[in-house]
């Protein structure tokens, strides 16, 4: 009689487990819950508390063994099971997390074992206005002849600002002069500034002129960034370089050596002398793009000087500009390819682990852990299996977590 009993107390534990399994997994796959902080807080800071989202009380959050789980090594929150509170357990800097990438988001699970349930939730890492607009040279250099007429503009280097919407770089603003005003231009990368010729130059009569270029962003107060803007006053030069190709497409692997030849550009000048000669250089490139490559002056080839990561950057748009020695110039653009290459295994992270289980206990969770790979495309595809004459069986879960289950009962 009283074993009979103990199996029907067994079978309803059973199916409650199965049913908290299975509501868990149903959790895990709905709507992520959405929290936000700012960058730069301290470590330790509130972030949410999690109790009404988790549907649960404070003294449930030990026995039910809830913690976080982040993607990757570091553990950027804590969840404190007394509280329930979310905390940061350390500063978050957003442009090091995202970059110019927006919003910045990190998602993550909070994961209750005992049962078992998962539940979606993200983070956002909002702006803080902590950079100033910066110009990658502090001297711009514009080499103009006396013979270009008014109204002419001259694209110049624009700044670069870490910070993203509101508080990344706005405007900009130029010396009074009596030379030349500034217009700017929108573009998809932002406000490129230009200067246009008000009046005609006269070398004779003032070989050079220098302007202070200064950069501002969206914050309050703003931030800036200044650059001094040196105009050197050119005798007549009727022919500008011009490239054999106006666009250039290449495809590098991405285990390139560093000195790789990436590509060859090639500008002539009709003119002779001094006005012949061309020399390359990278026009509006950014500070990423001007460590990853390097141009030779004088033969325009274009070499690696960093090894290239298809996982952390796909492609590199490069502009580059042929100037002849009187300040004319032409442009040409260079679209590299990063090849992707299989160099990253598959990681396999264990989040919970029980090496001591009771005999005749049907479908018992043994291990929950995720496997996840850094390669893309079919590089980056993972599939998890475990041996066929084991008494287990692996069960799929949702952003590639498994739990390995028994699939009968075991006989100690």
């Known amino acids: 009689m009283e074993a009979g009993e103990g199996k029907e107390r067994f079978l309803k534990q059973r199916q409650v487990l199965i049913f908290f399994v299975l509501l868990g997994i149903a959790q895990a796959a709905s709507e992520p819950r959405r929290y ?214 290449v495809q590098v692997p991405e285990n390139s050596p560093i000195g790789f030849l990436v590509a060859i550009v090639s500008a002539s000048d009709l003119d002779i002398g001094t006005y012949g000669e061309v020399s390359y250089v990278f026009s509006q490139a950014s500070e990423e793009i001007r460590k990853t490559f390097q141009i030779n002056a004088k033969s325009g080839e274009l070499f690696l000087t960093k090894k290239l990561d298809f996982e952390s950057t796909q492609t590199y748009t490069l502009n580059i500009q042929a100037t002849d020695g009187g300040g004319l110039s032409g442009s040409c653009v260079v679209f590299v390819q990063v090849m992707d290459l299989n160099d990253n295994p598959p990681e396999l992270t264990m989040s919970t682990f029980i090496d001591h289980i009771p005999e005749n206990l049907q479908e018992t969770i043994i291990a929950v852990f995720r496997v996840s790979d850094s390669d893309s495309g079919d590089n980056g595809r993972t599939v998890c299996s475990i041996q066929d004459d084991l008494p287990f069986f692996l069960k799929p879960s949702v952003e590639n977590f498994y739990t390995l289950v028994t699939n009968t009962a075991l006989d100690r």
Not at 151 to 165: H, N, S
Not at 197 to 204: F, G, H, M, S, T
Request: aromatic residues 6%; hydrophobic residues 40%; negative net charge.
């Open 36 to 249: 936000s902080v700012a960058e730069e807080m301290e470590s330790g800071s509130f972030v949410a508390n999690l109790l009404k989202d988790l549907g649960l009380e404070v003294n449930e959050l030990a026995a039910r063994g809830a913690r976080v789980i982040s993607k990757g090594k570091k553990t950027r929150l804590h969840f404190d099971r007394q509280t329930g509170d979310l905390l940061l357990n350390e500063k978050l800097d957003r442009e090091e997390l995202c970059g110019l990438a927006e919003p910045c988001v990190l998602p993550f699970q909070v994961l209750l074992e005992n049962p078992l349930q998962f539940f979606q939730a993200e983070l956002r890492i909002r702006d803080i206005n902590d950079h100033s607009p910066v110009f990658l040279d502090k001297e711009i250099i514009l080499k103009i002849s006396e013979s270009i007429t008014p109204g002419a503009t001259f694209l110049i280097e624009r700044a670069q600002d870490l910070d993203v919407g509101s508080n990344s770089l706005q405007s900009y603003t130029v010396s009074p002069n009596s030379y030349f005003h500034l217009k700017l231009q929108d573009s998809p990368d932002g406000v490129l500034p230009q200067l246009v010729l008000d009046k005609a130059l006269d070398r004779e009569q003032q070989a050079e002129i220098r302007l202070t270029l200064t950069a501002l962003d969206g914050g309050t107060p703003p931030r800036t960034g200044t650059a001094l803007v040196h105009i050197e006053v050119l005798d007549i030069n009727d022919n500008a370089p011009e490239f054999a190709k106006r666009f250039y497409e």
